[in-house]
């Protein structure tokens, strides 16, 4: 049978059209769809593919003409919208598809700051209530904590479209009443954090989030944040080469800074969040009140020699200087008790003051100071690091209660470097020069109850419900969980 040529070319026109994807034309049109990552993008209803991990997609040799374009992802809003292809160039179209979203509402103790897959998502109110508005479709892993109060994680998913109700309640962490048996705690480490020369670190109030002070040799001074769970660097501060971050406020929103002057020091007081310097005064070293609302602020040593024992207290908010402390006994350490009632200076002994009006009622009978001082949750005591021992003071009469002595059952002398209390008062844990590692001592016996190594530890802090610690050793930080 002949096919003439007429025919065969009909015929492959025919196969070619056949054989051609829809909406397709060879004159260089191309569409460029920017949309969410792998999302599905149509044309005219016909699946053209997925776009990239980027959430590119093209389609090339377009059919100039009006289309409707439709993308869809999971989790997210399908978008469907109408396109016009211009013949010739590329078409650049944006198809952003927003995620299926809902509210929370978590119930839980009053003023209870609350997290969400470790970042804040606000504070509780007076009645324990927090609404957080257009979450993500997804399963967030909610953290809760509040100073005094042992903190608590829970799962909750959000459902497209609705208000999901999650209960967590916190138990306060009671104090144990001397000679009560309470078991004593255990920790094992948890991480290592990688930071430069830590020398400080804290907690936040809610034991959530780690706040270190360290030194790079290349940058000097910065204040980096964690996430205390995951160990995550949530952000890193850095203050300058020449400056020192010497103090940072108990609320965690404020630090103090050392920067140097043509003469002297200055103390700049900066906003954590943002950087921004919200006070400055002359001095060279600064300690924050337990509210936060007020700083100390020490002179430059051997500018005035009538300054060198004075400390000067300013209102953060006003700039207002409050009241001005000059005594023999003001020396370098100034240390305030939880709640703001008592405080302590160091320089020729230990003297223990009204921390309101700076009015002596207690002088220890030490003709020496000491290593460094801590005071017991519950406001009843100051533990005295004395080298080789732990001395327990009655703040509320000056009296001495018992010492912890370093050499006993301890496998050799020992000299306290830094210790702080449990919550509930009961227990003492603390680092040593020489002997490396912390240990865990019974307040009401004076024994020790636990060792644990650590080769260089001379700095520990404690969260507020007592579940994590945080050691520097060595200038590494590492984070320690409590197990029991």
Not at 240 to 252: C, E, K, M, Q
Not at 428 to 454: A, M, N, Y
């Amino acid at each position: 049978m002949k096919t003439s040529k007429r025919t065969f070319g009909f015929l492959a026109a025919l196969v070619l059209g056949a054989m051609a994807p829809a909406q397709v034309l060879s004159d260089g049109t191309e569409v460029l769809i920017e949309t969410s990552p792998r999302a599905e993008v149509f044309l005219d209803d016909v699946l053209m593919g997925k776009a990239t991990a980027t959430g590119s997609f093209p389609i090339h040799n377009a059919m100039p003409g009006p289309h409707v374009l439709r993308v869809a992802a999971s989790g997210k809003h399908p978008l469907t919208r109408k396109i016009a292809v211009a013949p010739g160039k590329i078409n650049r179209i944006r198809a952003e598809l927003e995620d299926f979203t809902g509210d929370l509402e978590i119930l839980t103790t009053p003023d209870a700051e609350v997290l969400l897959d470790g970042k804040p998502a606000g504070s509780a109110d007076g009645a324990g209530r927090l609404v957080v508005r257009g979450l993500r479709v997804a399963g967030y892993k909610l953290t809760a904590g509040r100073a005094g109060y042992n903190s608590e994680e829970g799962h909750v998913n959000v459902t497209s479209g609705v208000l999901s109700t999650f209960t967590i309640e916190l138990k306060r962490i009671e104090a144990v009443e001397e000679g009560t048996s309470a078991p004593p705690p255990n920790y094992v480490m948890e991480r290592r954090m990688v930071h430069d020369q830590a020398r400080q670190v804290f907690f936040s109030k809610n034991g959530l989030q780690l706040l270190s002070i360290g030194n790079d040799s290349r940058t000097g001074d910065s204040l980096i944040q964690w996430d205390t769970g995951t160990g995550r660097l949530l952000k890193n501060i850095e203050v300058g080469y020449a400056n020192t971050i010497v103090d940072v406020s108990p609320d965690r929103r404020l630090m103090a800074v050392r920067a140097k002057g043509v003469k002297e020091y200055a103390i700049k007081v900066m906003d954590i969040s943002s950087g921004r310097v919200v006070r400055e005064w002359p001095g060279d070293n600064a300690v924050f009140s337990p509210d936060s609302k007020t700083v100390a602020i020490q002179p430059t040593v051997g500018i005035r020699p009538e300054d060198e024992h004075e400390a000067v207290f300013w209102d953060v908010e006003s700039g207002k200087r409050l009241q001005t402390w000059r005594d023999p006994s003001v020396g370098w350490m100034i240390l305030f008790s939880p709640y703001g009632h008592w405080a302590v200076t160091d320089h020729k002994g230990v003297t223990i003051r009204d921390a309101d009006t700076g009015e002596v009622m207690h002088r220890l009978p030490k003709d020496h100071c000491c290593t460094g001082a801590a005071f017991s949750p519950n406001g009843r005591w100051l533990a005295v690091m004395a080298d080789a021992k732990i001395e327990l003071w009655e703040l509320a009469t000056g009296r001495q209660g018992r010492s912890i002595e370093g050499a006993a059952g301890s496998g050799g002398a020992v000299r306290f470097s830094s210790a702080v209390f449990t919550p509930d008062s009961r227990y003492l844990i603390s680092v040593h020069d020489g002997v490396g590692g912390f240990r865990l001592w019974d307040t009401f016996t004076g024994q020790e109850v636990r060792k644990w190594p650590l080769p260089g530890a001379d700095h520990i802090a404690i969260s507020p419900d007592g579940r994590w610690l945080a050691v520097i050793a060595a200038d590494e930080l590492t984070v320690w969980r409590r197990t029991d």
